[in-house]
């Protein structure tokens, strides 16, 4: 198996007058499992589209291993996608869907069966051969995709929310199914998906986008203690921001406002110390599973936070956020927190 | 209670039942009626005309006359149908592939604007456009004199079977193109691109990924070209003069001249039972896969 890195210099995709990519800067390292996170309609699919060839550059340039592929067809580039549709072949049965791409790079028919019975016995599907595609459930399906991309040994493999369609235990599984397989491997692989948790859970290195740009680039941890700015913050589940009166509480700063995420803030009927305290109304509390997520105002704004116990609404309480969960954030919205936390800086095991 | 109300719900319609069948039928009566007595009446009194004799005897005399008199043409309707319907599916494959995997915009929008005007030309004009086109001293070969790749002792006429060949795929080209090119663009594009993305040129992704897809399509349009090819007897009459020619022209060719209805049907037999024999194989091909489903 050979890996490979993928670079990508200022990458700019338009499609009519809508600049969709723009200036994409990226290295991937060999080996890794990136994840392309960012809301609905920025830019996820159509980078990756970009990589496989399905989307021609108005400029820049992209590289694996430092050898330019900006100009070859996609037939050339030996990238390997598992389209978010999986789009296999109907008129194939499933063992003919992965033997296919063998055929097409001329391996003879007895080495491909091997092949095909192995990736089968990988997928657990083995008895799964000469089934139509069209009789498989979406997990099976989702499984053969993968299958038919890794049968070729791909240098680079693109994923394109390969787990949205599934329901959510499916999902849990082959997430660290596919975490696994990529390891063991090797294979640097870009994932997109629009579900942070699955993100941190699976990426070394998350690039966060945002309308055609990369709006950050980190470690799952990093991007989760320090999003770029407020917005990232925001796609990151920080719901709650609070501008500060300086001197308050123990939290030194010159930050203009912090973040924070209810599930850290709680309701107190003390202040404590080392924490940030707000005097609060209850408006609303609601069971939450394992809590109680409660609404307050204070000052005329609208927080969230956690709580064991009920509140009744209209009662007075203090709101109260530990000072490590604050996220700071200055006048500009950017975050204080020092950049070179954010960086990847994660070596890969 | 909600048993009740379900229970009321539910006995209204049965009540209508009677009624409401009555009314579809006197809905469905008048394309009914148009069917059976335009198309299935003189369809099934061509059919029998063909067996019976002047007294109103049946006979299989028609038939036998119809092969002594008429058996070269037959066969050489049913190799032109076969050449005609060979060169159509090249072509059309050909078209709507570039339609479809097609990566110059322009050429594809120059394609897609230019390939149907072949449809909007009456049979009529295309076999007189053919005859000024394909003969010995007509504009194909003057055109290919002037360019130099013909000297002008070696010009011949194309007046004949390849000329027949040529004005029916020209007529039908567009029509299959049309239904392919739309099923090719209906299919779901992710098909072709993962194809190519695991490597597969266009060449291949059109043979292997598009053309199994569409299969169906292409049959139907197939079929339907050589239904016309069958009917049409503009085009040979004027493009082939003397025998052997298609059996359009002969049918027409006995009836004229002799009044002679029973051989007439005799041979329009024959062509019903070659249509019939294709679209049988078409409709056993999609049931099989029906059933392989
Ligand atoms: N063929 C096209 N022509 C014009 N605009 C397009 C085309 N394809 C995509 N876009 C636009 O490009 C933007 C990015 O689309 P893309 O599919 O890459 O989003 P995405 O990040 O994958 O979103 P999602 O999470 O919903 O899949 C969108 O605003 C979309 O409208
Ligand atoms: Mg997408």
């Given at each position: 198996?050979q890996s490979?890195?993928?670079?990508?210099?200022n990458v700019?995709?338009?499609?009519?007058q809508?600049?969709?990519?723009?200036?994409?800067?990226?290295?991937?390292?060999?080996g890794s499992?990136?994840?392309?996170?960012g809301?609905?309609?920025?830019?996820?699919?159509?980078?990756?589209?970009?990589?496989?060839?399905?989307?021609?550059?108005?400029?820049?340039?992209?590289?694996?291993?430092?050898?330019?592929?900006?100009?070859?067809?996609?037939e050339?580039?030996?990238?390997?996608?598992v389209?978010?549709?999986?789009?296999?072949?109907?008129?194939?049965?499933?063992?003919?869907?992965?033997?296919?791409?063998?055929?097409?790079?001329?391996?003879?028919?007895?080495?491909?069966?091997?092949k095909?019975?192995r990736?089968?016995?990988?997928?657990?599907?083995?008895?799964?051969?000469?089934?139509s595609?069209a009789?498989?459930?979406?997990?099976?399906?989702q499984?053969?995709?993968?299958?038919?991309?890794?049968?070729i040994?791909?240098?680079?493999?693109?994923?394109d929310?390969?787990?949205?369609?599934?329901?959510?235990?499916?999902?849990r599984?082959l997430?660290?199914?596919?975490?696994?397989?990529?390891?063991?491997?090797?294979?640097?692989?870009?994932?997109?998906?629009?579900?942070?948790?699955?993100?941190?859970?699976?990426?070394?290195?998350?690039?966060?986008?945002?309308?055609?740009k990369?709006?950050?680039?980190a470690?799952?941890?990093?991007?989760?203690?320090?999003?770029?700015?407020?917005?990232?913050?925001?796609f990151?589940?920080?719901?709650?921001?609070?501008?500060?009166?300086?001197?308050?509480?123990?939290?030194?700063?010159?930050?203009?406002?912090?973040?924070f995420?209810s599930?850290?803030?709680?309701?107190?009927?003390?202040?404590?110390?080392?924490?940030?305290?707000?005097?609060?109304?209850?408006?609303?509390?609601?069971y939450?599973?394992d809590?109680?997520?409660?609404l307050?105002k204070?000052?005329g704004e609208?927080f969230?936070?956690?709580?064991?116990?009920?509140?009744?609404?209209?009662?007075?309480?203090?709101?109260?956020?530990?000072?490590?969960?604050?996220?700071?954030?200055?006048?500009?919205?950017?975050?204080l927190?020092?950049t070179?936390?954010?960086?990847?800086?994660?070596?890969?095991? | 209670m909600?048993?009740?109300?379900?229970?009321?719900?539910s006995?209204?319609p049965l009540?209508?039942?009677?009624?409401?069948?009555?009314y579809?039928?006197?809905?469905?009566?008048?394309?009914?009626?148009?069917?059976?007595?335009?198309f299935?009446?003189?369809?099934?009194?061509?059919?029998?005309?063909?067996?019976?004799?002047?007294?109103?005897?049946?006979?299989?005399?028609?038939?036998s006359?119809?092969?002594?008199?008429?058996?070269?043409?037959?066969?050489?309707?049913?190799?032109i149908?076969?050449?005609s319907l060979?060169?159509?599916?090249?072509i059309?494959?050909?078209i709507?592939?570039?339609?479809?995997?097609?990566?110059?915009p322009?050429?594809v929008a120059?394609?897609?604007?230019?390939?149907?005007?072949?449809?909007?030309?009456?049979?009529?004009?295309?076999?007189?456009?053919?005859?000024?086109?394909?003969?010995?001293?007509g504009?194909?070969n003057?055109m290919?004199?002037?360019?130099?790749?013909?000297?002008?002792?070696?010009?011949?006429?194309?007046?004949d079977w390849?000329?027949?060949?040529?004005?029916?795929?020209?007529?039908?080209?567009?029509?299959?193109?049309?239904?392919?090119?739309?099923a090719?663009?209906?299919l779901?594009?992710?098909?072709i691109?993962?194809a190519?993305?695991?490597g597969?040129n266009?060449?291949?992704?059109?043979?292997?990924?598009?053309?199994?897809q569409?299969?169906?399509?292409l049959?139907?349009?197939?079929?339907?070209?050589?239904?016309?090819?069958?009917?049409?007897?503009?085009?040979p009459?004027?493009?082939?003069?003397?025998?052997?020619?298609?059996?359009?022209?002969?049918?027409?060719h006995?009836?004229?001249?002799?009044?002679d209805?029973?051989?007439?049907n005799?041979?329009?037999?024959?062509?019903?039972l070659?249509?019939?024999?294709?679209?049988w194989?078409?409709?056993?091909?999609?049931?099989e896969?029906?059933?392989?489903?």
């Amino acid at each position: 198996m050979q890996s490979t890195s993928l670079t990508l210099d200022n990458v700019t995709v338009r499609m009519g007058q809508n600049t969709i990519l723009d200036s994409i800067s990226l290295s991937v390292p060999q080996g890794s499992f990136t994840c392309l996170l960012g809301p609905s309609g920025c830019g996820k699919t159509t980078l990756l589209r970009a990589i496989a060839g399905f989307a021609p550059l108005e400029s820049g340039d992209m590289a694996i291993d430092a050898v330019s592929i900006a100009a070859l067809p996609p037939e050339k580039r030996q990238t390997a996608m598992v389209f978010q549709s999986y789009a296999l072949w109907p008129h194939m049965s499933v063992a003919e869907n992965l033997a296919y791409p063998l055929k097409l790079r001329g391996i003879d028919r007895a080495s491909r069966a091997r092949k095909v019975a192995r990736i089968l016995d990988l997928l657990d599907l083995a008895e799964f051969g000469a089934r139509s595609v069209a009789s498989l459930s979406g997990g099976q399906r989702q499984r053969i995709a993968l299958g038919r991309a890794l049968v070729i040994d791909p240098p680079i493999l693109l994923l394109d929310e390969p787990l949205s369609n599934l329901d959510a235990a499916i999902r849990r599984n082959l997430r660290s199914e596919l975490r696994q397989l990529q390891r063991q491997l090797g294979i640097t692989t870009i994932m997109v998906t629009h579900d942070q948790e699955e993100a941190l859970s699976m990426a070394d290195t998350i690039v966060l986008m945002r309308s055609g740009k990369i709006a950050q680039v980190a470690a799952p941890e990093a991007l989760y203690a320090a999003p770029v700015d407020i917005d990232a913050a925001r796609f990151m589940g920080v719901e709650n921001f609070i501008t500060t009166d300086s001197g308050e509480m123990g939290v030194a700063s010159d930050a203009a406002c912090f973040g924070f995420r209810s599930m850290s803030a709680s309701i107190c009927l003390h202040p404590l110390a080392g924490h940030l305290n707000r005097k609060a109304v209850v408006i609303d509390s609601a069971y939450a599973g394992d809590s109680y997520q409660v609404l307050v105002k204070s000052d005329g704004e609208l927080f969230s936070a956690r709580s064991s116990t009920p509140q009744l609404a209209g009662a007075q309480v203090i709101l109260c956020v530990p000072a490590d969960a604050l996220i700071p954030f200055g006048a500009d919205k950017n975050c204080l927190i020092p950049t070179d936390y954010r960086t990847p800086g994660r070596t890969l095991s | 209670m909600s048993l009740s109300n379900a229970s009321r719900v539910s006995r209204s319609p049965l009540q209508n039942a009677s009624h409401t069948k009555w009314y579809s039928v006197a809905l469905v009566a008048p394309a009914l009626a148009a069917i059976v007595f335009l198309f299935a009446v003189p369809l099934i009194r061509s059919v029998v005309t063909a067996f019976i004799d002047a007294d109103g005897g049946w006979t299989l005399e028609n038939i036998s006359r119809a092969v002594e008199f008429y058996g070269r043409d037959v066969v050489f309707t049913i190799v032109i149908a076969v050449l005609s319907l060979a060169v159509i599916a090249a072509i059309s494959i050909a078209i709507a592939g570039y339609l479809t995997l097609g990566s110059t915009p322009w050429a594809v929008a120059a394609l897609r604007w230019l390939y149907r005007w072949p449809l909007f030309i009456p049979f009529i004009v295309a076999g007189q456009t053919a005859r000024s086109f394909l003969a010995r001293n007509g504009l194909m070969n003057s055109m290919l004199m002037e360019a130099g790749l013909l000297e002008p002792v070696a010009a011949q006429s194309f007046l004949d079977w390849r000329g027949l060949v040529m004005t029916f795929a020209w007529k039908q080209v567009p029509f299959v193109t049309l239904l392919l090119a739309g099923a090719m663009a209906s299919l779901d594009r992710a098909t072709i691109e993962s194809a190519r993305n695991l490597g597969a040129n266009r060449l291949r992704c059109l043979f292997e990924i598009v053309l199994p897809q569409v299969r169906p399509t292409l049959f139907v349009g197939l079929i339907l070209s050589l239904v016309t090819i069958m009917s049409v007897l503009s085009v040979p009459m004027m493009i082939i003069a003397g025998t052997p020619n298609m059996m359009t022209t002969m049918m027409a060719h006995r009836v004229t001249y002799y009044g002679d209805y029973a051989v007439a049907n005799a041979l329009g037999l024959f062509s019903y039972l070659l249509t019939a024999l294709v679209a049988w194989f078409y409709l056993r091909s999609t049931l099989e896969k029906e059933a392989g489903k």
